[in-house]
């Protein structure tokens, strides 16, 4: 085989793997446009609807599509993974409106999960043991726990149709996070910004919104981390 005959059949195979890259890159693309704009539908929707009640209920609509409960003395006694009277007040107006958005959209397919999250502060609770971080996870869990109890209690839960029950049951569910994720002043995550933590506003609930797109990044993702690096 001459010289020129091996280079010509190298540019022919560089070519393809060229193309098919190019092909896996625009997927890659639709994909990731795909993701964004599921989570900014969605989260239209949702700042559209609640728009009047965020402030009465100390409510955050977040672009990540999280509801964030920011009173903490409306939601639970301190030590205490009981719903307040007020919560629940809260939770028979928000719940059905929240779930008929999300049941009846056409994007509830995108949905893959509604994780109840609990985050408290990082006082000890002495009843739960001596580990500051642990004892606040058993915490945090009984009041997620205790607020998906309290939703599938609900006279409009019982509502729902056989199906609708059965897309609630693989959406949700209840995760105690301890003070993990707890809060600065300015509402940022304190383990990332440095800041103090502000005891009151990292105990909360939040309402938050799992999308198949977020697998999609994943998968785009691993797909760049194992992409040739050249040296």
């Known amino acids: ?18 193309i098919a890259y ?4 625009q997927k890659n ?18 700042v559209r609807e609640f ?31 009981t719903l307040e009277p007020k919560f629940k007040e809260i939770l028979d107006e928000f719940i059905p409106r929240y779930l008929d958005i999300l049941l009846n959209d056409t994007l509830r397919t995108k949905i ?31 009041r997620a726990y205790n607020v998906l109890r309290y939703i599938r209690e609900m006279s409009s839960f019982q509502k ?14 209840a995760n105690g996070l301890s003070y993990g994720k707890a809060l600065d002043a300015e ?18 609930v939040e309402f938050r919104i799992v999308t198949n797109g977020d697998s999609i990044l994943e998968s785009f993702v691993t797909k760049i981390n194992k992409l040739p690096i050249k040296q």
């Open 22 to 25: 190019m092909i896996q890159v």
């Open 187 to 204: 509402g940022d995550y304190a383990f990332r910004t440095g800041k103090p933590i502000d005891m009151e506003m990292s105990r909360r």
């Open 160 to 173: 729902y149709t056989k199906e609708q029950k059965k897309m609630l049951d693989y959406w949700f569910t």
């Open 112 to 142: 893959q999960e509604i994780r109840i999250e609990g985050h408290t502060d990082t006082l000890r609770m002495v009843k739960f043991g001596q580990d500051s971080y642990l004892s606040n996870i058993l915490l945090s869990q009984e």
């Open 51 to 81: 728009a009047a009640d965020t402030a009465r209920w100390r409510m955050v609509v977040g672009k990540d599509l999280s509801m964030k409960f920011k009173e903490p003395e409306v939601l639970f006694k301190l030590g205490s993974g």
């Open 29 to 46: 693309q639709s994909a990731m446009t795909e993701y964004v704009e599921t989570k900014q539908k969605l989260h239209e929707k949702l």
């Open 1 to 18: 085989m001459s010289v020129s005959d091996l280079m010509t059949g190298l540019m022919v195979i560089f070519l393809f793997v060229a």
